[in-house]
């Protein structure tokens, strides 16, 4: 599960050990982590985990409690805001409603008193960058919330940071434009060869742009990977859950066989087997985790002597155009979410309500999980 491009393995942020209390809360435990150059990095996690908390230490707005926090080898510890190498866009965009576009991009470039030439060579530069050269003379009020979004990234990108720090984006933005948005900021980081971290609780979105995702739940980062090992191997009930949906299957094992693990479970008495090494000896508790899409719904039964079948009834429909999600009732009152891709225009008998049927696995496709 390798990232789809080469980030590059040199460390440039570096969390050691941090912890950040406010008061007797603990709202970010004992973080260690590395985020490499030019990498586009998520921290993914429901609300008040600590994602933003984590982020505005990268930023200077706090200092952690206990740990070391590095930046291209430098101790940030104590580094004001302003000196830092990163730059954060929020989420409210934060732009100066009086001033035109031209003018909001120039901001911090004024601040550090760059001579005027170079300040408009810049400000060019970063309109063309974010497409909006046309904009130059309007203001914020003047444009629409996705023309506003791309002048606040270009204002944080003016001083050329070495991070960008990007908070809930896209955010602000339908759920169409921010689609489009995500391939633009992905292009974007790529075409810059910075390194990006964005906060998200918007699984989708980390998924999307990120080349890895730290999944944080109460202060601590639960895993770190590339998008496709965070959703085909989530290490935790926690992750299979939170990220996409999941049938989660509780079962005994009754052998592990390298390599392959079978295992029965009270919600069919079809025996079970997974392709994946059982961490836990025969008689114990594991968790059979599959994603919708990897199981396969029908009306005839499967051949006699099969294995990984669950026998039910529908309960609902879903149809989403490309995908239909099916409900299935299991006699044990368990229901399973199947998703189905409609291949077809004409269905021979399409499943429905009350339909007895027959759903089935291959053992690849589940995952084991015993925490
Ligand atoms: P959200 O997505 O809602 O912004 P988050 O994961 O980014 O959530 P944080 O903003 O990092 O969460 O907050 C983590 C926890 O720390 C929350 O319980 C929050 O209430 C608490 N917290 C954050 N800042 C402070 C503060 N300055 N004083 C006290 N508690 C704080």
């Known amino acids: 599960f390798a ?13 050691e050990n941090v912890i950040k209390r406010f008061g007797d809360f603990t709202a970010v435990n004992n973080v260690s982590l590395d985020i490499y150059e030019r990498e586009f990095f998520a921290l993914l996690g429901p609300s008040g985990c600590g994602k933003t908390t984590l982020m505005r230490m990268l930023a200077g707005f706090e200092e952690p409690t206990s740990g070391r926090l590095t930046l291209a080898g430098e101790d940030l510890a104590g580094v004001p805001p302003y000196r830092r190498p990163v730059n954060m866009m929020f989420q409210s965009y934060a732009l100066f409603p009086h001033m035109n576009v031209a003018d909001n991009i120039a901001f911090g470039l004024k601040q550090d008193k760059m001579p005027k030439a170079d300040i408009d060579a810049r400000v060019e530069e970063m309109l063309h960058l974010v497409k909006l050269e ?22 944080s990108l003016a001083k050329r940071p070495k991070v960008l720090l990007l908070d809930e984006p896209l955010g602000a933005l339908d759920k169409k434009l921010r ?3 995500q391939f633009e900021l992905m292009d974007l980081q790529m075409s810059l060869g910075m390194t990006f971290l964005i906060v998200t609780h918007d699984q989708e979105e980390a998924m999307t742009v990120a080349d890895r995702i730290a999944v944080m739940n109460h202060g601590v980062l639960v895993q770190v990977a590339p998008p496709a090992e965070i959703y085909e191997q989530p290490a935790t009930r926690y992750i299979a859950d ?20 079978r295992l029965t479970s009270d919600v069919t008495p079809s025996p079970l087997s997974v392709a994946h090494p059982c961490e836990v000896a025969a008689g114990g508790n594991a968790c059979i985790a599959i994603r919708p899409e990897k199981l396969r719904i029908s009306l005839d039964p499967p051949p006699e002597g099969s294995e990984n079948i669950f026998a039910g009834k529908i309960w609902d429909i879903g149809y989403l155009g490309d995908l239909s999600i099916y409900h299935v009732e299991l006699a044990c009152g368990q229901r399973l979410k199947v998703s189905q891709p409609n291949l077809s225009r004409r269905v021979a008998r399409p499943i429905s309500w009350e339909d007895e049927v027959w759903v ?3 053992p690849d496709a589940g995952v084991l999980l015993t925490r």
């Not at 990232?3 to 969390?15: E, H």
């Not at 046309?134 to 204002?155: D, I």
């Not at 939170?242 to 693990?261: K, Q, R, Y």
Request: glycine residues 8%.
């Open 242 to 261: 939170f990220i996409g949906e999941v049938n989660l299957i509780e079962s005994t094992v009754t052998a592990c066989e390298g390599e392959m693990t």
């Open 3 to 15: 990232p789809w491009k080469d980030p590059g393995q040199t460390p440039l942020i570096r969390f």
């Open 134 to 155: 046309q904009f130059a003379k309007r203001k914020p009020h003047q444009l629409s919330g996705g023309q506003r979004q791309r002048v606040a990234l270009a204002r």
């Open 360 to 362: 089935t696995f291959d």
């Open 179 to 181: 689609e489009e948005t």
